[in-house]
């Protein structure tokens, strides 16, 4: 056993009325990769946020090397040996890699001046230490999600560190990515320095991790050594049931019409001959590894980008969806990748699930308040939203949360089709499974799905279709039945060319 580096005991916090954390207690060892899980709203980010001096604790300590360690800056938590990366990204997209790195790291330069070499320079060492290859003068908005993550990772890092926190590093990844990250992180375990892990996704600790502390309702369910952490004993402890088929069952009628039938698509440099398909009632995926067309292709039709040539037919009529606006007058809905765009958090519950639903709310240009409440309140019941209040702002719900908020505002308003970018990305195993269902019901009410999918087995276990990738081009169309794992994976790394659906 390790020597304890940092001890919380018996952690509370509330806010308002709402508890967070209720006597939460638990610590980190000198060396060890120390997970903590749960669902969203378990009360994860906030301690991490206790942790790193955001939010005081309610009652209880938290302890550093036995010493209690009272409200912090960021900067004092380094010269003690701690880094956390947050959940939300700090990176400043218009400002270059140097200069995001550079971000808290003034102590480089002088009363009025910042020493750019000595910052390029420790920038090159670090990045070269863990295998990291990044630009440092690339404008930082052109970097993918997880090189954005490993600049910031790179940020809080130094020599002598003995503790890194990390916050759902991992929301937005793809496998590669992910595994890049894995890869960097064993590294950094290998020099003796802890880990505290927040993360949805139990694959991706295997084999790495030590210990996993379960969260569930603000209170602590379970620690769990390396041998105990199976996949079924953290979901019960996650949710305190088993969960069973997280997928819903497949639709027992056929498809109907066609909804969406794409035809030669192309945008130079980014895929070319897509043609596909999706009907009434149908869900359907599109995977490949990163860059190599699924998503663009995704994107084009609801044209963020649009498509440089082409044909597109939505609901029996050849159009040109060459931004938001034309996508949202034929009838599709659209939500990105990226959590923190699809929501606008400073605005309230209410506000966000009606923001595309305004006009069937109206009579004569004024919003008939009485029918927009009596709508809220259906939908965070279907929803399963968990809120004190439909006026509660954005920003006080989970990820998990916030997600099925953005996916209701699509579902109340008169969408035919629905556009998904790793729709259960950063959301925890029970409220991916609520998703799905809303996904699987809102395709069986005559309406379709389209999904972009870094998660395969999401994408197998979802859709009734499934087209790969590779390298820009369709590879294959595997409809459910017969449908292979290893097949697809074929296709998406170009060593098989996949079946056809006509």
Request: glycine fraction near 12%.
């Amino acid at each position: 056993m390790g020597t304890v580096l940092l001890e919380a005991r018996d952690l509370s916090k509330s806010f308002g009325g709402a508890t967070a954390l209720r006597g939460v207690s638990l610590e980190v060892q000198s060396g060890e990769f120390h997970a903590i899980l749960g669902e969203n709203g378990a009360g994860k980010s906030t301690l991490v946020k206790i942790i790193a001096g955001i939010h005081p604790p309610s009652h209880g300590q938290i302890l550093w090397r036995g010493q209690e360690l009272g409200p912090a800056s960021a900067g004092h938590l380094s010269s003690l040996g701690i880094g956390t990366v947050h959940q939300d990204s700090s990176i400043l997209p218009e400002l270059t890699v140097l200069e995001n790195f550079a971000l808290g790291h003034e102590a480089v330069a002088g009363p009025d001046w910042m020493d750019w070499a000595a910052v390029r320079s420790s920038l090159e060492e670090r990045a070269a230490q863990l295998g990291v290859g990044l630009d440092p003068s690339a404008p930082a908005r052109t970097l993918s999600v997880g090189d954005r993550k490993l600049v910031e990772l790179l940020r809080v890092i130094h020599e002598g560190q003995q503790l890194l926190v990390l916050d759902e590093p991992t929301a937005s990844f793809t496998p590669e990515e992910t595994l890049n990250l894995m890869r960097i992180l064993e590294e950094i375990k290998r020099t003796g320095c802890a880990i505290l892990f927040i993360t949805h996704r139990l694959h991706e600790i295997e084999g790495i991790v030590d210990r996993v502390t379960v969260l569930k309702d603000g209170e602590k369910a379970g620690t769990l050594s390396r041998s105990e952490a199976t996949h079924s004993s953290i979901i019960a402890l996650m949710l305190g049931r088993d969960i069973g088929e997280i997928y819903p069952p497949a639709p027992s009628a056929p498809p109907g019409d066609a909804l969406l039938s794409v035809v030669n698509l192309e945008r130079r440099g980014a895929f070319r001959g897509v043609n596909l398909t999706v009907h009434a009632g149908e869900i359907v995926s599109l995977v490949g590894l990163a860059g190599h067309g699924s998503f663009e292709a995704a994107r084009a039709v609801y044209g963020v980008p649009s498509a440089d040539s082409g044909d597109m037919v939505i609901g029996g009529r050849r159009l040109r969806i060459d931004g938001p606006i034309a996508a949202l007058r034929a009838g599709v809905g659209f939500l990105s990748e990226d959590r923190g765009v699809n929501v606008l958090r400073q605005l309230s519950v209410r506000d966000n699930l009606g923001l595309a639903s305004l006009s069937h709310w109206s009579r004569l240009g004024w919003v008939d308040g009485r029918h927009e409440d009596a709508e809220v309140r259906r939908l965070i019941g279907s929803l399963s939203v968990r809120c004190r209040s439909a006026r509660d702002p954005m920003d006080s719900l989970s990820g998990g949360n916030q997600q099925k908020v953005a996916l209701g505002r699509w579902l109340a308003a008169d969408t035919r089709l629905l556009v998904l970018l790793d729709p259960t990305a950063g959301v925890d195993v029970g409220a991916r499974a609520d998703i799905y269902g809303l996904l699987r019901a809102f395709a069986d009410s005559g309406r379709g799905v389209l999904i972009a999918s870094s998660d395969l087995g999401e994408a197998l276990g979802l859709s009734d279709t499934v087209y790969a990738f590779y390298r820009g081009q369709q590879t294959g169309a595997f409809p459910r039945a017969g449908r292979r794992e290893a097949d697809v994976l074929a296709a998406m790394t170009g060593q098989a060319i996949g079946s056809v659906v006509h």
